[in-house]
T-cell receptor, first 114, second 116 residues
């Protein structure tokens, strides 16, 4: 069975500081991995996705994530946080060849302070 | 394209009432799904459909029914609402084909449901 673990339900950073949101997955087969962002009272928006091409994936709004098979990780980073990055972030996994079912992590709320 | 639309945005029900949450997409996606979002639990899959006339259960299907009579619409029915069904409900859709094109799910804006 596949699962996703997001370490830290709340992360707080200063504006301009590095953002690091952690995601680890467990899967017996190569997965597809996703990061979604949810702004208050809105639906989920895709930030980026890993689909077995390049291990370093660049997404929207300056975010990127690196797939590390040896560490079963797919951490999300952004070099410099902006106030507009304050939102909840979800990591999700989908098995290759396993239909379109996504398994989500429990989410990380990012707070950006002045 | 309107993308994925959901109605209503907000709903308050009394225990035992029934209602249908509507979901529609105009992207000709084969795959549609319903999730519920609860604090600290992420999104959990309720039901999904891989095409018109085909539905299946997800992780938390109890208390919910679905049908898929057209490609565009995927309504979620609560037959007898319970306080445990108080949640935010999201509908999503995607292509079913494998590969990068089939992987991204597009989400609707959500329905916030309160059961008293």
């Amino acid at each position: 069975a596949q699962s996703v673990t997001q370490l830290g339900s709340h992360v707080s950073v200063s504006e301009g500081a590095l953002v690091l949101l952690r995601c680890n997955y467990s899967s017996s087969v190569p997965p597809y991995l996703f990061w979604y962002v949810q702004y208050p009272n809105q639906g989920l928006q895709l930030l980026l996705k890993y689909t077995s091409a390049a291990t370093l994936v660049k997404g929207i709004n300056g975010f990127e994530a690196e797939f590390k098979k040896s560490e079963t990780s797919f951490h999300l980073t952004k070099p410099s946080a902006h106030m507009s990055d304050a939102a909840e972030y979800f990591c999700a996994v989908k098995l290759t060849g396993g239909g379109n079912k996504l398994t989500f992590g429990t989410g990380t709320q990012l707070k950006v302070e002045l | 394209n309107a993308g994925v639309t959901q109605t209503p945005k907000f709903q308050v029900l009394k225990t035992g009432q029934s209602m249908t949450l509507q979901c529609a997409q105009d992207m000709n996606h084969e795959y549609m799904s319903w999730y519920r979002q609860d604090p600290g639990m992420g999104l959990r899959l309720i039901h999904y459909s891989v095409g018109a006339g085909i539905t299946d259960q997800g992780e938390v299907p109890n208390g919910y029914n679905v049908s898929r009579s057209t490609t565009e619409d995927f309504p979620l029915r609560l037959l007898s609402a319970a306080p445990s069904q108080t949640s935010v409900y999201f509908c999503a859709s995607s292509y079913s084909s494998q590969g990068a094109r089939g992987n991204e799910q597009f989400f609707g804006p959500g329905t916030r449901l309160t059961v008293l």
